[in-house]
């Protein structure tokens, strides 16, 4: 019995879960706190910020435009990433005020 209550809590929580694993990584979570103001970010600024390679980055903005935290605009060449959902902001605000607050 108790196996098939962990069963149906791992699948009512399954989203839940899969946001808190693209959220751990550190480069996910810089690039979601760099946008946290509103403000529309290249590969580029990633890039020159965090000092790797431009294929990494892509890959992590990839994982945050696919799970529908990020969404992209045009301008010419260049594609600039904002937050797609101001719930996540909430969330990433809150996990830093409660980390602030522990200290």
């Known amino acids: 019995m108790a196996k098939s209550l962990l069963a149906q809590v791992e699948k009512e929580w399954d989203s839940t879960m899969e946001l808190l694993k693209i959220l751990s990584h ?7 706190n760099e946008l946290l103001n ?6 580029g600024y990633f890039v020159a ?3 790797i390679d431009f294929s990494n980055v892509s890959k992590h903005l990839a994982i945050l435009r ?11 060449q260049w594609i600039y990433y904002k937050l797609k959902d101001q719930k ?5 605000r809150s996990l830093a005020n409660f980390n602030n607050n522990k200290q």
């Open 26 to 32: 550190p480069v996910r979570l810089y690039i979601i």
């Open 88 to 92: 996540v902001a909430e969330f990433v």
């Open 49 to 51: 910020n965090l000092k």
């Open 66 to 76: 696919n799970y529908g935290i990020v969404e992209t605009t045009r301008e010419s």
């Open 38 to 43: 509103g403000d529309e970010c290249s590969v």
